[in-house]
């Protein structure tokens, strides 16, 4: 044989292997890693709100305990996913590599008890904890471990709260402030987001706080005790770097003049403020309006407020973008009692739940829509309630009062960036009985429905015939069986 004919190709050659996902440049890879992480982000997000929201269905009233079958039809079908970020990290050295930062991200208590974990991972991925949970158990248990978390910025930290005939031991938060090795005082220092539970000492806040100069975030939350404003604002006059406070209810104080002590005390800008309204709702609007030149957003829950006249505030939020509200009857009807949408001026996103009366939801429209009558609509509108389906009249008046071509409207209690049921499906034999009676209903939103989903099946269709895969016809097939399309088609 020649040497060229032994050089010459083969008649047909074996194709080049395909490109496999470890050959994938790293920067591709980092973006399949954060895309996973939110993928696992919005699962525990969405788990956690079925969870919720089912636990507040079991006490609904018997007109509307529909919900209940609703959310644990819908817990069926959505079983927990396996962790995307574990899956990837398994995958190879290169993987584990790229997923390191976001895999270990999170650091449990019980997690540092394991062998495994302080012979192999802290020693490797310690450096990529940002969060820890239970900071209190982790100083109590283990301080020495603390250091080896350098880049840990968030943390938990419990007062642990015991009852009355209980003394407290030298393992309290207050010891082990005081300690001499200095394990959670020093860590605490590089902390930027902290989040307070159950404590019932101010004095013992204000000392943990005191470690921790460099907050942007603080959480005060599920405390029994409930400080003052003047207390609060001493508080926040000792944090300049607090962007962001989250905080139950303040004790009512009519006696404190409020503009007199901000003048008194220099307050950091925060950009988002989070509070329990309900005991003082006048008190918790001037509060808020101390960060008016800087603050962006504002939540309050508002529950049966105590204050049955409320009378309107002088207040006004020039720089408020996001205003988000949780609470009953009541409580908005105190609100709107209270302020008007001229005192929100570039407001552009807002968010209500759990009303639960026909008579508050009109209402919640119409702040809405003043908004759109001012020649500024909202960008933005989320309304719903967790403890019933919004049946066809109330998503009537809202798509009908305060639709606009620059207003996304949401009536479900998932993320807007969450797929969920239209909301036209989740009753559809009310509407048959509500044409049957003659009513009046804007078909045209349930027009809109309807055909997008026969879009999306006359799409796979021919998608599957340009394609020409057996199996993309088999599992349409198998969509029409489950939803019975084919036996109605049949039957007629």
Request: with cysteine; charged share 20%; hydrophobic share 45%.
């Given at each position: 044989m020649s040497v060229a004919a032994s050089r010459a190709p083969p008649p047909n050659p074996t194709p080049s292997p395909s490109r496999q996902n470890m050959d994938l440049p790293h920067e591709i890879k980092m973006q399949v890693v954060e895309y996973c992480a939110i993928v696992d982000d919005e699962e525990q997000q969405r788990r956690a709100l079925l969870d919720d929201f089912m636990y507040e269905a079991t006490f609904a009233t018997p007109a509307t305990s529909d919900i209940l079958h609703h959310w644990q039809d819908f817990a069926t079908w959505s079983s927990?996913?396996?962790?995307?970020?574990?899956?990837?990290?398994?995958?190879?050295?290169?993987?584990?590599?790229?997923?390191?930062?976001?895999?270990?991200?999170?650091?449990?208590?019980?997690?540092?008890?394991?062998?495994?974990?302080?012979?192999?991972?802290?020693?490797?991925?310690?450096?990529?904890?940002?969060?820890?949970?239970?900071?209190?158990?982790?100083?109590?248990e283990d301080p020495l471990l603390l250091p080896q978390l350098p880049n840990a910025d968030r943390a938990v930290l419990n007062g642990g709260i015991r009852p009355a005939r209980q003394q407290k031991t030298d393992d309290s938060i207050s010891a082990l402030l005081r300690d001499p090795l200095r394990a959670l005082v020093a860590f605490l220092a590089q902390l930027g987001t902290l989040e307070l539970r159950f404590f019932d000492d101010w004095a013992l806040i204000q000392e943990a706080l005191h470690a921790a100069p460099s907050l942007r975030t603080l959480r005060l939350r599920h405390d029994p005790l409930r400080p003052a404003i003047v207390e609060?604002?001493?508080?926040?006059?000792?944090?300049?770097?607090?962007?962001?406070?989250?905080?139950?209810?303040?004790?009512?104080?009519?006696?404190?003049?409020?503009?007199?002590?901000?003048?008194?005390?220099?307050?950091?800008?925060?950009?988002?403020?989070?509070?329990?309204?309900?005991?003082?709702?006048?008190?918790?609007?001037?509060?808020?309006?101390?960060?008016?030149?800087?603050?962006?957003?504002?939540?309050?829950?508002?529950?049966?407020?105590?204050?049955?006249?409320?009378?309107?505030?002088?207040?006004?939020?020039?720089?408020?973008?996001?205003?988000?509200?949780?609470?009953?009857?009541?409580?908005?009807?105190?609100?709107?009692?209270?302020?008007?949408?001229?005192?929100?001026?570039?407001?552009?996103?807002?968010?209500?739940?759990?009303?639960?009366?026909?008579?508050?939801?009109?209402?919640?429209?119409?702040?809405?829509?003043?908004?759109?009558?001012?020649?500024?609509?909202?960008?933005?509108?989320r309304i719903f309630d967790s403890t019933r389906h919004l049946d066809h009249r109330t998503l009537d008046l809202i798509h009908d009062s305060l639709a606009h071509p620059y207003t996304s409207i949401h009536t479900t209690p998932y993320p807007p960036s969450t797929p969920f049921i239209d909301g036209v499906f989740m009753q559809p034999k009310d509407l048959v009985k509500a044409v049957d009676n003659g009513e009046h209903i804007n078909f045209d939103r349930v027009k809109r429905a309807v055909k997008r989903t026969a879009d999306f099946l006359a799409n796979w269709v021919r998608r599957?015939?340009?394609?020409?895969?057996?199996?993309?016809?088999?599992?349409?097939?198998?969509?029409?069986?489950?939803?019975?399309?084919?036996?109605?088609?049949?039957?007629?």
């Open positions: 927990p996913l396996s962790s995307a970020l574990a899956s990837v990290y398994g995958l190879s050295r290169s993987w584990s590599a790229a997923a390191a930062p976001r895999r270990f991200e999170e650091l449990h208590v019980w997690q540092t008890k394991s062998p495994f974990f302080r012979q192999h991972i802290l020693p490797r991925f310690g450096h990529h904890f940002r969060r820890i949970n239970r900071l209190d158990q982790l100083a109590r609060v604002i001493d508080m926040l006059a000792r944090l300049p770097n607090l962007r962001e406070l989250d905080i139950d209810e303040l004790l009512p104080d009519p006696a404190t003049d409020i503009l007199t002590v901000r003048r008194q005390h220099p307050l950091p800008p925060l950009l988002s403020l989070s509070m329990d309204a309900t005991s003082d709702l006048e008190g918790s609007l001037l509060f808020a309006s101390l960060f008016s030149s800087s603050l962006t957003k504002l939540h309050f829950s508002l529950h049966s407020l105590h204050n049955t006249s409320p009378a309107p505030v002088n207040v006004l939020f020039p720089m408020v973008r996001t205003l988000h509200l949780v609470g009953d009857m009541d409580g908005f009807d105190g609100f709107v009692a209270t302020v008007t949408a001229q005192q929100f001026p570039v407001l552009s996103e807002f968010e209500i739940e759990r009303l639960n009366e026909d008579e508050s939801m009109a209402k919640v429209v119409a702040f809405c829509a003043s908004f759109k009558s001012a020649g500024r609509p909202l960008g933005t509108i599957a015939e340009a394609s020409g895969s057996e199996e993309d016809f088999a599992r349409l097939a198998v969509v029409l069986q489950r939803a019975e399309l084919e036996r109605v088609t049949m039957t007629g």
